[in-house]
């Protein structure tokens, strides 16, 4: 398989699983039923799901008045994506099994 097609299947599937997350404990928080973690929700905007992550908090309107989240989420994805850039214009080359 080529190697940029597994990096766009993985993130891909790492901003749904995002999105998904933020969208099950925003419904688990209206039932008041157990929870995600917050460490889980960070966790997943790390390995990439950043961009899900943010935008299932915005749409869902999930974890907004928390300012770890509010400033967080965005910083993740800034950074994530400030990386992909610098990566993007340097002469490295990677190689991928």
């Known amino acids: 398989m ?6 766009t299947i993985y993130a891909a599937g790492i901003n749904l ?5 933020m969208g099950i404990d925003k419904y688990k928080a ?6 995600i973690p917050e460490a889980i929700l960070f966790t997943v905007a790390l390995f990439g799901g950043s961009i899900g992550t943010t935008l ?3 749409l869902f309107r999930h974890k907004t ?16 994506l400030a990386v ?4 993007s ?6 190689m991928f099994l």
């Open 84 to 87: 992909i850039y610098f990566l």
């Open 56 to 58: 299932g908090m915005f």
């Open 17 to 21: 699983l995002g999105f998904l997350v």
């Open 89 to 94: 214009q340097s002469s490295l080359e990677f």
């Open 65 to 80: 008045r928390h300012w770890y989240f509010l400033y967080g989420m965005p910083l993740i994805l800034a950074v994530q």
């Open 30 to 35: 209206k039932k008041k039923t157990f929870r």
């Open 2 to 7: 080529d190697a940029m097609l597994s990096v």
